[in-house]
């Protein structure tokens, strides 16, 4: 692929920083060079082209304004079909809705066609990145990185281990979990762009003896991801109090095991404890928040500020299916009126820092996602602030940066994404309404 000028509006965190609001940067005039699916350059538009005349002709010309991928920390990829799902809390939902849907994901053609779809959305929702549970099943794992590879897309996955409280079908062992899990990691942990996470659903659905298997492969394979769930709902809570007695809280359940750490991520996080938060922050992990998800489930309301103030890593996520939107900005207008009824306003640059540069370094990703700097992985965004009326009156009158991504954050959705791009590669156009990767029939997006 030639190298190529992308000429435009620029905005991103090149920097890990507590203040979000004052270490940004802005190019009202920029350019960010793109080879061999890297960031090979970034600066002012005509300091840049002065000093490279040669790159004039290269130049691909944007109206919009190119922000980095965003990253979207928690999400169930088999859950997409099930989305919007009525009436129902945390556990009746997952019995009810989740388990019989994820039974079909034994048949390989299935889980493959489910994996195009969501990396469809994804992409369409401005997302490059995510944190992905599969299933029970080994290979609906492999098809969901297959799925990736065909646009050498950075994704995270794993299979679900789950032996009890479930469904015999999705059933597995402390034994055979452990050994898929290793089969899978052999053969995917950062093969190309893939990145491997070990997956227990949650406390309830795993024993002490497979929990104690995951800790075994989280020692064996130090820089894998772990993934899991967290303090979602208060029913979910008891339930793990009643399940391990001996356990201080729901987090020691993880920590006495040795699944606490960096890379862990650990889901929703709605109820924690003081100690836990300061044992979060303290280990490195972190916590994905999930507004859409929460809201939708009546889990509760994430007490951002505080989880702030504790250090604690944050990440926003879509949590789809229970979540209602693979719209990241979808989730930060959420994310936005939880801290409003906790008396907390959440600042746009904060929100946008959490779902791009925040998670990649929570991540340890920072030096390959989240941001647009000279080096990293050409996974970019253009946004279009004029995407429908009602959003372009109001940017014509935004005051500041600030006002523009504080419209955009609670006004935006999918229909502000116009094009992604991942590897530097074009792979979602919607001013052409078609996917633009060759692996896609051309198909409305939407």
């Known amino acids: 692929m030639p190298l190529e000028v992308h000429r435009g509006r620029l905005f991103h965190f090149p920097h890990i920083t507590a203040s979000p609001c004052e270490q940004y940067q802005y190019l009202e005039d920029g350019v960010l060079v793109v080879d061999e699916g890297k960031i090979v350059g970034l600066g002012d538009a005509n300091d840049y082209l002065q000093a490279h005349p040669q790159l004039a002709s290269q130049i691909i010309q944007h109206q919009g304004l190119l922000v980095p991928g965003f990253i979207d920390a928690h999400a169930h990829y088999p859950q997409i079909e099930m989305i919007a799902s009525f009436g129902q809390q945390l556990l009746d939902w997952l019995h009810d809705y989740t388990f019989p849907t994820e039974l079909k994901f034994i048949q390989r053609e299935y889980a493959r066609e489910q994996a195009d779809l969501f990396l469809e959305q994804l992409f369409a929702h401005g997302t490059t990145t995510a944190a992905v549970f599969a299933t029970v099943f080994p290979q609906s794992v492999d098809m969901f990185f297959e799925a990736a590879q065909t646009f050498d897309a950075r ?29 899978l990691i052999e053969h995917w942990h950062n093969n190309g762009r893939a990145l491997y996470a070990i997956t227990p659903r949650f406390a309830p659905t795993s ?4 929990l104690k298997k995951a800790a075994q492969l989280a020692h064996k394979y130090p820089d894998v991801f772990i993934q899991t769930h967290l303090s979602e709902n208060v029913k979910e809570i008891a339930l793990v109090k009643q399940l391990f007695p001996h356990n ?14 960096e890379r862990a991520i650990f889901g929703h996080g709605v109820h924690l404890t003081h100690s836990e938060m300061k044992r979060l922050a303290a280990s490195g992990a972190t916590v994905a928040c999930c507004p859409s998800s929460n809201l939708f489930l009546g889990s509760g309301l994430f007490p951002f500020d505080k989880v702030k103030q504790s250090g604690t890593h944050i990440a926003f996520a879509s949590d789809v299916g229970a979540g209602t939107s693979m719209s990241l900005f979808a989730n930060m207008a959420d994310a936005y009126k939880v801290c409003q009824l906790q008396h907390y306003s959440l600042d746009p640059f904060e929100a946008m820092y959490h779902c791009t540069q925040g998670s990649a370094v929570a991540f340890k ?11 990293t992985e050409a996974d970019f965004v253009e946004l279009n602030p004029s995407a429908f009326p009602m959003l372009e009156q109001r940017i014509k009158g935004a005051k500041s940066l600030q006002d523009e ?20 590669v074009k792979v979602f156009d919607r001013h052409k309404h078609q996917w633009t990767h060759p692996s896609f029939s051309v198909v409305s997006a939407f």
């Open 155 to 183: 994704m995270i996955c794993g299979k679900v281990l789950m032996d009890r409280f479930c469904p015999d079908g999705l059933r597995d062992t402390p034994a055979q979990g452990y050994l898929d899990s290793i089969d």
């Open 207 to 210: 024993t002490p003896q497979q």
């Open 248 to 261: 201080k809280d729901y987090l020691d359940v993880y920590e006495s095991t040795g699944l606490l750490r």
């Open 365 to 375: 990703l920072e030096d390959k996602i989240g941001n647009l700097n000279v080096g």
């Open 405 to 424: 991504l504080f419209a955009l954050i609670i006004l935006g959705d999918e229909r502000v994404i116009d094009k992604t791009y991942v590897s530097g």
